[in-house]
DNA sequence: TTCGCTGTTGGTATT
DNA sequence: AAATACCAACAGCGA
């Protein structure tokens, strides 16, 4: 039988304890295995990032190749500067590779690109092993048993999973790893299209990695460092790595009270140094921890834990589960989850600032570009003073500047913010804010990103519009004293606790006191220029009337659930919707388009907002997008 | 078909 | 401090 040598691709699976995919190619018992990770200019150009990811995705890469290393010295984390799609031909014939394994994922963008170099592997007579390992149950199995249809509570993953079977058990890291044979790379490096770059916005210094050959600027294929990618430096204290990860988790599981007890609807959104919940999501995120060895850690402990141990789907393995329930529901809607247009399963409302939508676009492919309609000006300034933190509610900006710099917030501190940008406030679509985080969590899944923004914004999964989270009250329910206002909102650190959550309120001398003048939009009220440029010892003004903004938004939500139609509905796709809402009568809408006109989308660029603006990267053709209609074709 | 129950995590007023 | 009623009332599920 002829040598298996193993090319052996990492990607969101930045770890070796419980790695399904990497069991699987040792099983192929290799004469030499190669650890590599390519380095893809897709997630540079096309899809959001911030210093903070990148910089723990590099952490991730540097732990997992020292640790690699560890089991054999001869061995590291091969990082190949080259999309995959035009790279990995080259190397199984470079390397005279038998076997490609790697760890399935689920995104669509992933899929499309799995399917693309399976086919690249066929043709060059290369075997592709994979195996799942993002979730605790395959999500596609849950979707299988589900009859085909998306999981949309959390019941019905329960359901669903218990079918599957039991939720495997943790796989222990290798012992030891092959050896990897020698690395030509004696072919032309193929360089990527910048060309959409959405990060562009962002980026401070010249981005250098494709400039610098596959292996990188020595040679040795080591991971890049954060300043090569030009990215703003990297401001958060959470960092990445398998090593931190298991040590983190040995700490929670070290604590039998906590990680038996916990009830996350208990845990405080204003706790922070240190924070009320285990921060492990990133590490879900790039994989450099497992969900199943965290599941197991934690039901093991339970299991022998006297006392009562709290249960989903409050409990930790509870959230585990709703990581798998927005898994699955991705998985059976396919691209269209992470939008309303074409999402059967979404609720349409006319909410301010929809995203621009492809014309022609009649399949189920992404058809949003990612730039807005600004149908409403007041609407952008809203969304823009939201973004920055500068709203005048203490309780949100504390919580949008500490999403911003440390890339994290507590789970219902999401929820306050999205509810008040977007049901509960502002009524400013869900998809404006599920961009944002996207951008800036280092958690950002784009699975629980778009369920969850479903979720508060009652489009799915939730429904009780009714149940508002208020902006003063809710953050005083669990920090009477406002230290975590004090904490990210320096200019009011002074004032008394009594004003804290509303500072408009407070009497001339307590201001005075505090050395802060209420006043101001936060210096974004004219054209947006200048975020942040507000007047020394001010703070601004609250942006909205909050009671008067519930009621409006209530009896909008009220109407749309009265039109109640689906983000699939043809009258969504051709612009009748508006009849129907103008027929139910009262409700806040989107102004009347001459929208999605390139007009529009132009004039919000002068206005300096381009950080959220996105080209259509769909639409540009590269190398790969013309290899994958040719498979596309030929299926 | 209708009914009643449940759904991870609300706000406010009152006792 | 903590429990309760009320607000105004959705969607999915199972009986």
């Known amino acids: ?18 790695s399904p995919a990497l069991q699987a190619a040792l099983d192929l018992k290799p004469a030499v295995l190669y650890p590599i990770f390519t380095f893809d200019p897709h997630y540079v150009y096309h899809s959001k990032g911030s210093g903070n990811r990148w910089q723990f995705l590099l952490d991730c890469q540097n732990d997992l190749s020292a640790s690699i290393t560890k089991l054999n010295p001869k061995s590291k984390l091969f990082v190949l500067r080259e999309a995959p799609q035009t790279l990995l031909p080259k190397i199984f014939k470079a390397w005279r590779i038998t076997h490609l394994v790697f760890e399935r994922d689920t995104d669509s963008y992933a899929r499309d690109r799995d399917r693309v170099v399976s086919s690249l592997a066929r043709d060059a007579g290369v075997e592709t092993v994979t195996r799942y390992g993002r979730t605790l149950w395959d999500s596609d199995a849950v979707v299988a048993k589900h009859g085909g249809k998306p999981t949309m509570s959390i019941t019905q993953l329960q359901a669903a999973g218990k079918k599957v079977g039991a ?18 790379i004696d072919f032309e490096q193929e360089l990527p299209d910048a060309d959409p770059d959405l990060n562009a916005p962002v980026r401070e210094g010249e981005f250098k990695p494709f400039k610098t050959g596959i292996a990188g600027p020595h040679g040795d294929f080591r991971p890049e460092v954060l300043e090569e990618l030009g990215f703003p430096p990297a401001t958060t204290p959470h960092r990445g790595g398998e090593t931190i990860a298991l040590k983190m988790l040995d700490d929670i599981i070290a604590d039998e009270e906590y990680t038996a007890k916990f009830q996350k609807p208990k845990t405080s959104p204003a706790a922070f140094e240190p924070q009320s919940t285990t921060l492990l999501s990133p590490h879900h995120h790039f994989g450099s921890l497992s969900p199943r060895l965290f599941y197991w850690r934690v039901q093991d402990l339970i299991s022998r834990f006297k006392g009562s141990a709290s249960a989903p789907p409050e409990s930790l393995t509870g959230q585990l589960l709703f990581r798998d329930m927005y898994f699955a529901a991705q998985a059976a809607i396919g691209s269209p989850f992470t939008q309303t247009y074409n999402n059967p399963y979404c609720r349409f409302i006319p909410w301010h600032l929809p995203s621009h939508v492809e014309s022609g676009t009649e399949t189920g492919a992404n058809a949003i570009s990612g730039q807005y309609h600004i149908d409403s000006p007041q609407a952008e300034r809203w969304f823009q003073r939201w973004k920055a933190g500068l709203t005048g509610f203490p309780w949100i900006d504390a919580l949008m500047r500490q999403l911003k710099h440390d890339g994290w917030i507590h789970h219902l501190g ?60 809710f953050g005083q329910k669990w920090d009477k004293e406002g230290l975590f206002v004090r904490r990210w909102v320096p200019e009011l650190k002074d004032l008394d606790a009594k004003y804290i959550y509303e500072p408009w309120k407070a009497p001339r001398s307590a ?125």
């Open 1 to 18: 039988m002829k040598e298996a040598r193993v090319l052996y691709w990492f990607r969101t699976d930045l770890r070796l304890h419980d």
């Open 167 to 184: 939720i495997p058990r943790p796989i222990p890291a290798p012992t030891s790893l092959p050896d990897p044979g020698e690395t030509p």
């Open 414 to 473: 999401r929820h306050s913010v999205a509810c008040f940008l977007t049901r509960g406030g502002c009524y400013v679509h869900w998809e404006r804010g599920a961009d944002v985080f996207e951008e800036w969590l280092l958690d950002h899944e784009p699975a629980c990103n778009a369920g969850n923004w479903q979720w508060l914004s009652c489009t799915a999964f939730f429904s009780q519009y009714f149940r508002c989270y208020s902006p003063i009250a």
């Open 511 to 635: 201001l005075d006191k505090a050395g802060v003048r209420i006043e101001g939009d936060g210096g974004l009220g004219s054209g947006g220029s200048g975020i942040g440029k507000r007047e020394e010892g001010t703070y601004p003004e609250p942006m909205i009337d909050f009671n008067e903004r519930r009621k409006v938004c209530l009896d909008a939500m009220k109407t749309a659930y009265q039109v109640g139609i689906n983000g699939d509905d043809e009258r969504v796709k051709n612009g009748t919707w508006r009849e129907l809402f103008e027929a139910a009568g009262q409700g806040e809408m989107q102004e009347e388009d001459h929208a999605f006109s390139d007009a529009d989308v132009d004039h919000a660029d002068d206005a300096e907002h381009v950080s959220h603006k996105r080209k259509v990267p769909v639409k540009k053709e590269g190398p790969m997008d013309r290899h994958f209609k040719k498979i596309k074709k030929e299926e």
